[in-house]
């Protein structure tokens, strides 16, 4: 019987990016950055806070941020904000960078108009836990967006590559 190897998340995510890493998270964001302007169309001018949970290199909550002036934005990670990725996106005035543990977001109740969370929830031990606390954080749209890479017919092998990228 085989067993799966769940690596240390937190230290997995403190890891830092290596020039791939940034260049394939910058073209993925492209890409949930307009499923999320898709999904939203002419309700994006209901919302006013918006927050991106697991927001990684902070590609995603820019591009929101740079597009949509009028609306404060809030990128969250695990752990402390990355130094690279304030720096990164010191220029935007309506986008800061909030670190937590994980669990339960430091923000009140139905503190956001939107809640975002792109390619997480397939990192998160507790799912449910997880999607509780954003619709407590969110005042009207949560959206979730996660990847369909797997099927039951995956060997063993291709799954322990999910777990090695951080999938759980």
Not at 76 to 88: F, I, L
Not at 148 to 164: G, I, K, V, W, Y
Request: net charge positive.
């Amino acid at each position: 019987m085989s067993i799966y190897r769940i690596p240390d998340l937190k230290r997995f995510y403190e890891k830092p990016y290596n020039a791939a890493d940034l260049q394939w998270r910058q073209i993925g964001a492209k890409s949930k950055f307009e499923h999320i302007n898709q999904l939203l169309g002419p309700k994006i001018t209901q919302i006013r806070s918006a927050l991106e949970v697991g927001c990684g290199t902070g590609d995603v909550i820019a591009m929101l941020a740079r597009n949509n002036s009028a609306i404060e934005f809030v990128g969250v990670e695990v752990g402390t904000p990355r130094t690279d990725v304030v720096e990164k996106f010191a220029d935007i005035r309506n986008l800061r960078f909030v670190g937590y543990d994980g669990m339960k977001l430091p923000f009140g109740d139905k503190a956001f108009d939107l809640v975002i969370a792109t390619h997480v929830l397939e990192h998160v031990l507790h799912d449910r836990l997880f999607l509780k606390e954003l619709r407590r954080v969110a005042r009207v749209f949560v959206i979730v967006e996660v990847p369909c890479e797997h099927t039951a017919r995956d060997s063993f092998a291709r799954f322990q590559q999910a777990l090695d990228i951080g999938h759980i």
